[in-house]
C-alpha cells in the first residue's frame, strides 16, 4: 500500500478515551437479571471465567447485552477479545468484518471475535461512546486497552493485533495456551506479485497484477484499493514540482491544476490539494467543471471514506457545486 487508508489521530484519540476509563461492570447486573429470567440452558454457556480459550470453531461469537459479561469481560481474564461494532446498514461494516472473522479464525485460539449489532444492542455502544461504526475495541483484563474506527486495510489490522498479542502475552494465558503462535499469515501469490511490482517501481505490472485480481474477484476491496493507490503513485511520480508554480501563476490552466493537486497529495498536504481543486470547480462550469470534479473524486479514493478531510472536502465540493 502507498498511503495508509483510515484516520490515525481519529483511531488514537478513541484509544485513550476508551482505556481505563470504560466500566464493563455497568453491564453485569443487567445480563444477570436477565439470565435470571430465562429457563436454564440445557448446553454449556459460551466460554468465560475458568473456561479453556476458545479454538477456531468458536473464534467469532456473537454478543448481546445478555451475554456481554461472560462472554467479553470475564473471557477476557484469560484471552484477548476484539469487540466488532456494527451494524446491518454500515457498508464498511461489510468490508472490515469479513477481515477480522478471518484472522480470528487464523489465529489458532490466540483471540476471539466478539460481534455486537449496535441496532440491537444500543447500550452496548453507549457504554463504549461510540459514535461512529465500525468500531473495534480490544478488551483485556476486563478493560479497554486500544480501539479504531473506520474500515482499515487488512495488513494494518494484522500488525495491530499481532502488536496487542505481544504486549499481552505475559499477561493473559490464552495467547501462550493457543496452539503455537497466531497461525502464519499465508501470502497470496497475486498480491506478492502486485507489490513486488510496485516496490520495482514498475507501475504498469503492478497494475495489471491488480486488475487481474479484480477479473478474477470483482468485490476484491484490497485490491481495490490497492489499484486506485497504483495508479494514483504512477500518475503524481510523473508530476512536476513546478506545476504548483505554473497553476498558482494562471488560475485557467486546468492541466496545471490538476497537476498542482497531484503533486500536493503527494507530498501529504492533503488540504491544500482538496481545497485548490474545490475552488477550480466552483469558477468552471460544463466539461472542465465535471472534469476537476470526477479528478477530486478519483483523490478522495485514497482515504478512508470516515475520513475527516475527506468529509470536509466533500461538503465544500457540494457547495461549490450547487
Known amino acids: 500500500m502507498t498511503h495508509p487508508r483510515g484516520s490515525a489521530a481519529k483511531s488514537a484519540a478513541l484509544s485513550a478515551a476508551l482505556s ?8 453485569k447486573a443487567r445480563a444477570d437479571a436477565s439470565r435470571q429470567q430465562r429457563p436454564a ?5 459460551p466460554a468465560g471465567g475458568d473456561g479453556p480459550p476458545a479454538s477456531s470453531g468458536d473464534a467469532v461469537i456473537e454478543v448481546s447485552e445478555a451475554t456481554f459479561q461472560a462472554d467479553v469481560v470475564e473471557r477476557s481474564l484469560k484471552q484477548l477479545v476484539v469487540v466488532d461494532l456494527w451494524a446491518e446498514w454500515c457498508g464498511p461494516c461489510k468490508q472490515l468484518s469479513p477481515v477480522l472473522e478471518r484472522l480470528a479464525a487464523e489465529s489458532g485460539g490466540a483471540w ?3 460481534k455486537v449489532d449496535v441496532d440491537a444492542n444500543p447500550r452496548i455502544a453507549q457504554l463504549f461512546g461510540v459514535q461512529s461504526i465500525p ?3 480490544a478488551i483485556a483484563g476486563g478493560q479497554p486497552v486500544d480501539a479504531f474506527s473506520g474500515a482499515l486495510p487488512e495488513p494494518q489490522i494484522r500488525e495491530w493485533i499481532k502488536s496487542l498479542l505481544d504486549a499481552l ?6 495467547i501462550s495456551d493457543a496452539a ?4 502464519e499469515e499465508t501470502e497470496d501469490p497475486r498480491f506478492t506479485e502486485a507489490e513486488d511490482a510496485f516496490e520495482r517501481g514498475d507501475f504498469a505490472a503492478a497494475k495489471a497484477a491488480y486488475q487481474r485480481i479484480l477479473d478474477a474477484e470483482p468485490a476484491n476491496e484490497q485490491a481495490k484499493a490497492a489499484l486506485v493507490q497504483v495508479t494514483f503513485a504512477e500518475r503524481s511520480a510523473q508530476v512536476d514540482p513546478s506545476a504548483v508554480a505554473r497553476a498558482d501563476a494562471d488560475p485557467k490552466d486546468l492541466d496545471a491544476q490538476l497537476a498542482a493537486a497531484d503533486f500536493e497529495l503527494s507530498q501529504m498536504q492533503v488540504d491544500e490539494a482538496f481545497n485548490r481543486l474545490i475552488e ?3 469558477r468552471t462550469a460544463g466539461d472542465d467543471r465535471n472534469r476537476v470534479r470526477e479528478h477530486l473524486v478519483g483523490l478522495f479514493e485514497l ?3 470516515s475520513d475527516e478531510r475527506v468529509l470536509k472536502a466533500r461538503r465544500n465540493l457540494a457547495s461549490a457545486l450547487f
Open 20 to 27: 481505563g476509563a470504560v466500566d464493563l461492570s455497568a453491564l
Open 303 to 305: 482515504f478512508d471514506a
Open 112 to 114: 476471539v471475535l466478539a
Open 169 to 174: 502475552k505475559d499477561k493473559l494465558p490464552g
Open 41 to 45: 440452558p440445557s448446553a454449556p454457556p
Open 280 to 282: 477550480v470547480v466552483r
Open 180 to 183: 503455537g503462535e497466531p497461525a
Open 135 to 137: 468500531t473495534i475495541v
